[in-house]
Nanobody, 122 residues
């Protein structure tokens, strides 16, 4: 059974940091691109970051560039999202998802985690 499990969410003050983890079981993350998405109340799910399976190429949505860092540890079958200088607008449920493609489109992801809530207070 394929499972992606996010962890590391919580409540943090504006300007603070959190590190999210996406641990995979049932699959190896090595061949997949792994994306991080978020969904705030009343808003659509949006892709915020992506890391490739091959050479570690990364993508960041404009609003998180320079603040978020995505990384992967294939030996631990885990992908991370380091979130710095957090803002109240970053408040959302964060999800990780996998794809054989280099894509940040939610509809093209194959497997999803159940999400972890990040709340940034002002």
């Amino acid at each position: 059974q394929v499972r992606l499990l996010e962890s590391g969410g919580g409540l943090v003050q504006a300007g603070g940091s959190l590190r999210l983890s996406c641990a995979a079981s049932g699959i190896s993350v090595k061949p997949y691109s792994i994306g991080w998405f978020r969904q705030a109340p009343g808003k659509e799910r949006e892709g915020v970051s992506l890391i490739s399976s091959s050479d570690g190429t990364t993508y960041y949505e404009d609003s998180v560039k320079g603040r978020f860092i995505v990384s992967r540890d294939n030996a631990k079958n885990t992908v991370y999202l380091q979130m710095n200088s957090l803002k109240p607008d970053d408040t959302a449920v964060y999800y990780c998802a996998s794809s054989w493609l280099w894509t940040i489109l939610p509809e093209q992801m194959d497997y999803w985690g159940k999400g972890t809530l990040v709340t940034v207070s002002s």
